[in-house]
Structures are given as structure tokens and as C-alpha cells.
């Protein structure tokens, strides 16, 4: 009905034409289309996720970039939006509720997956002991998109989902609000400290790389 397999993941363009990020009010077919997914209609709810699938998946793999968990949380997010259409007011923007229903589901696997030991690299307590010179630095064995996971992953998650929304999907301060459940003001606040613990964290990571390296050098 209105599943969404992995090769259709895999080949899903990362430019959705329906962005939810423009703000306003929802269009007229939106409208109709959740008025009658409310009142059961499947094929409605269909479209909505034909509409929404695409941007979903690219948003949740800034989160966590393997494509498979990605793809499952994509289905349980429709899953999730699907069970509380009845929740919804229709009067609303679908597009920032469907996506507070997929952030918030994304970072309950994070928290799950973090209370199981196996979270990203980089974000024990211990962040700050010196380099150990004898450890080769693992960010040589990193692109720059991992890099930048690395790091996002450093920053609280408030910080990290505004950051992430914003700047790397471009949505509108607007729509950040309604998919955190703020205020515009508090999004652009915590915008600007985003970007100043995002460059801190970047430039502490380069001075430990450069000591590992220098004292790799000296051996």
C-alpha cells in the first residue's frame, strides 16, 4: 500500500520537489489528502507518503547514515504518522508534524543504540585526555561527510537537530519551530550556538589531529 522498499531508497534523489521548508499554509490538495486519510482512506495516505518519503529518508540519514536502519525508520515513521492521523488538526502543515514524528523516532534508536555501547565515534566522557600517541588518528580513515557526522554527533541534541535542519536541509526558521515544538526566537538563538559549538568542536578535533601527528613523528 504504502510501503517504501530499499532499492526504492537507494534511488530516491536527495532533491525532493515537495519540500516541506517553504512555510504558509498547506496547499489545497495536502488539505484534501489528509482530510480523507483521516477518514481512512489508504490510497490518500498514500500520496501523502509519496509526497513526503523522499525528504524523510534524507533527513533521517544526516541523523544516521546507513541506508537500511534509515529506510526502517522512514516506514515507521509513516507507521507512526499513520496510526495518529486522528491527532493531527488538519488545519496544520502535515510536513512539520510528519517530520517531528521522524526526528523524534530517530533519536529514540540513537539513545537505544547509545545505551548499547555502540554509538559514533568520538563522544566519550573523556574527549578532552590527551591523545594517546601510540593510537594512529582514526580520522584519517574518515571522508569529510563522516567527519561531519562525527562531529554533529558531539553536539547536544536541541543544538544538533536545529543545525542540521537549517543548514544542512535548508528549512525555514518557521518550520524548524513547528517541527521542535519552539519559537522562532529560540530557533535562531539555538541556531547561532549550534554553529559556534559546531566550529569549536571542529577546531578541537584539528588540534588533536595535529598533536597525534606531530608526536607520531617524533617517534
Same mark, same amino acid.
Given at each position: 500500500?504504502?510501503?517504501?522498499?530499499?532499492?526504492?531508497?537507494?534511488?530516491?534523489?536527495?532533491?525532493?520537489?515537495?519540500? &516541506?521548508?517553504?512555510? $504558509?499554509? &498547506?496547499?489545497?490538495?495536502?488539505?484534501?489528502?489528509?482530510?480523507?486519510?483521516?477518514?481512512?482512506?489508504?490510497?490518500?495516505?498514500?500520496?501523502?507518503?509519496?509526497?513526503?518519503?523522499?525528504? =524523510?529518508?534524507?533527513?533521517? @540519514?544526516?541523523?544516521?547514515?546507513?541506508?537500511?536502519?534509515?529506510?526502517?525508520?522512514?516506514?515507521?515513521?509513516?507507521?507512526?504518522?499513520?496510526?495518529?492521523?486522528?491527532?493531527?488538526?488538519?488545519?496544520?502543515?502535515?510536513?512539520?508534524?510528519?517530520? #517531528?514524528? /521522524?526526528?523524534?523516532?530517530?533519536?529514540?534508536?540513537? #539513545?537505544? =543504540? @547509545?545505551?548499547? $555501547?555502540?554509538?559514533?565515534?568520538?563522544?566519550?566522557?573523556?574527549?578532552?585526555?590527551?591523545?594517546? &600517541?601510540?593510537?594512529?588518528?582514526?580520522?584519517?580513515?574518515?571522508?569529510?561527510?563522516? !567527519?561531519?557526522? =562525527?562531529?554533529?554527533?558531539?553536539? &547536544? !541534541? /536541541?543544538?544538533?537537530?536545529?543545525?542540521?535542519? @537549517?543548514?544542512?536541509? $535548508?528549512?525555514?526558521?518557521?518550520?524548524?519551530?513547528?517541527?521542535?515544538?519552539?519559537?522562532?526566537?529560540?530557533?535562531?538563538? @539555538?541556531? /547561532?550556538?549550534?554553529?559556534?559549538?559546531? #566550529?569549536?568542536?571542529?577546531?578541537?578535533?584539528?588540534?588533536?589531529?595535529?598533536?597525534?601527528?606531530?608526536?607520531?613523528?617524533?617517534?
Amino acid at each position: 500500500m504504502w510501503t517504501m522498499s530499499e532499492s526504492d531508497a537507494e534511488n530516491q534523489s536527495l532533491d525532493s520537489e515537495d519540500s &516541506p521548508e517553504n512555510g $504558509g499554509a &498547506p496547499s489545497e490538495s495536502e488539505v484534501r489528502l489528509v482530510h480523507a486519510a483521516r477518514n481512512g482512506d489508504n490510497d490518500a495516505f498514500g500520496e501523502l507518503v509519496q509526497r513526503y518519503e523522499r525528504r =524523510v529518508l534524507k533527513v533521517i @540519514r544526516r541523523f544516521i547514515p546507513d541506508l537500511e536502519i534509515a529506510t526502517d525508520l522512514v516506514q515507521e515513521s509513516f507507521l507512526r504518522a499513520f496510526e495518529r492521523m486522528d491527532q493531527f488538526d488538519p488545519s496544520r502543515r502535515f510536513g512539520p508534524w510528519l517530520f #517531528r514524528l /521522524a526526528v523524534n523516532l530517530t533519536y529514540d534508536h540513537l #539513545r537505544k =543504540v @547509545r545505551r548499547r $555501547g555502540r554509538w559514533a565515534l568520538f563522544t566519550d566522557a573523556g574527549e578532552d585526555r590527551a591523545p594517546d &600517541p601510540a593510537v594512529a588518528d582514526p580520522r584519517k580513515d574518515l571522508d569529510l561527510s563522516q !567527519e561531519v557526522q =562525527v562531529v554533529l554527533a558531539e553536539i &547536544p !541534541e /536541541a543544538y544538533r537537530t536545529v543545525l542540521i535542519l @537549517r543548514d544542512l536541509e $535548508g528549512f525555514c526558521t518557521s518550520d524548524v519551530a513547528a517541527v521542535t515544538d519552539r519559537s522562532e526566537a529560540t530557533i535562531r538563538w @539555538r541556531l /547561532a550556538e549550534a554553529r559556534k559549538m559546531f #566550529r569549536e568542536v571542529w577546531e578541537r578535533r584539528e588540534r588533536r589531529a595535529e598533536k597525534t601527528r606531530l608526536s607520531q613523528g617524533d617517534t
